[in-house]
T-cell receptor, first 114, second 109 residues
Framework: ETGVTQTPRHLVMGMTNKKSLKCEQH?????MYWYKQSAKKPLELMFV???????ENNSVPSRFSPECPNSSHLFLHLHTLQPEDSALYLC?????????????FGSGTRLTVV | KNEVEQSPQNLTAQEGEFITINCSYS?????LHWLQQHPGGGIVSLFM?????KKHGRLIATINIQEKHSSLHITASHPRDSAVYIC???????????WGAGTKLIIKP
C-alpha cells in the first residue's frame, strides 16, 4: 500500500449509469490529482486540487465531475459516459511545498463502459 | 509528436539480461522522473534526477541534459522486473509533469 487508496479497483458501467470513484490518502498531503491512463498513451492529467481548491481542469468533458470535500478525500463522479472513457483512472497526491518529490499514486480504478 | 518519447515501446528479454530503456524529451526541464507501473496498476517512483547518474540496487538511471536524453538500466534482470516503466519530465517553465507513454518490459525466466 502506498498510502493512497482507490475504490473500487474495477468498475463496469453502462452509458446511462451514474457512479463515483473514490480516492483517499493518509499521507497528510495537501494536493490531489486525477489522471486518465488509456492503453499505450501517456497519462492525462484531468483535475488538480490544491488545499481542496480545484486549480486545474484540463478540458475534461462535463460527464466527469470531481469533488474534494477535504484534503484527504477525492471523488470522481461519472455520468452518461462513452465507451472511449474506458481506461485506468489513477489518483495521486503530493505535498505542495515538496513538489515534485513525494508524488504518490494509488493503484487505480479500471473502468469499462459498455 | 509527444514532448516525451520513450523507446522501445515493448521489450521482452531473458532473465539475467542487461536492460536499457530510453527517454528523450524536447522541452526545458528541471528534473526527470522514472516510475514503475506493475500489472495491478499502481505506480511507484524509482528515481528523480536532474543531472548525472543515480543507482538503487540493480537499477541505474542516467541523464544527459545537453542531449535531452535519459536512460534507465536494469542489471541482472529478473521476472519480477516485468512492468511498465514510465518517464516523466518536470518542465522548468511551469513545473508541470509531462508523461511518456511507457515501455512495457517482460522478463522471461
Amino acid at each position: 500500500e502506498t498510502g493512497v487508496t482507490q475504490t473500487p479497483r474495477h468498475l463496469v458501467m453502462g452509458m446511462t449509469n451514474k457512479k463515483s470513484l473514490k480516492c483517499e490518502q493518509h499521507l497528510g498531503h495537501n494536493a490531489m490529482y486525477w489522471y486518465k491512463q488509456s492503453a499505450k498513451k501517456p497519462l492525462e492529467l484531468m483535475f488538480v486540487y490544491n488545499f481542496k481548491e480545484q486549480t486545474e481542469n484540463n478540458s475534461v468533458p462535463s460527464r466527469f465531475s470531481p469533488e474534494c470535500p477535504n484534503s484527504s478525500h477525492l471523488f470522481l463522479h461519472l455520468h452518461t459516459l462513452q465507451p472511449e472513457d474506458s481506461a485506468l483512472y489513477l489518483c495521486a497526491s503530493s505535498q505542495v511545498e515538496m513538489w515534485p518529490y513525494g508524488y504518490t499514486f494509488g493503484s487505480g480504478t479500471r473502468l469499462t463502459v459498455v | 509528436k509527444n514532448e516525451v518519447e520513450q523507446s522501445p515501446q515493448n521489450l521482452t528479454a531473458q532473465e539475467g539480461e542487461f536492460i536499457t530503456i530510453n527517454c528523450s524529451y524536447s522541452v526545458g526541464i528541471s528534473a526527470l522522473h522514472w516510475l514503475q507501473q506493475h500489472p495491478g496498476g499502481g505506480i511507484v517512483s524509482l528515481f528523480m534526477l536532474s543531472s548525472g547518474k543515480k543507482k538503487h540496487g540493480r537499477l541505474i538511471a542516467t541523464i544527459n541534459i545537453q542531449e535531452k536524453h535519459s536512460s534507465l538500466h536494469i542489471t541482472a534482470s529478473h521476472p519480477r522486473d516485468s512492468a511498465v516503466y514510465i518517464c516523466a519530465v518536470l518542465m522548468d517553465s511551469n513545473y508541470q509533469l509531462i508523461w511518456g507513454a511507457g515501455t512495457k518490459l517482460i522478463i522471461k525466466p
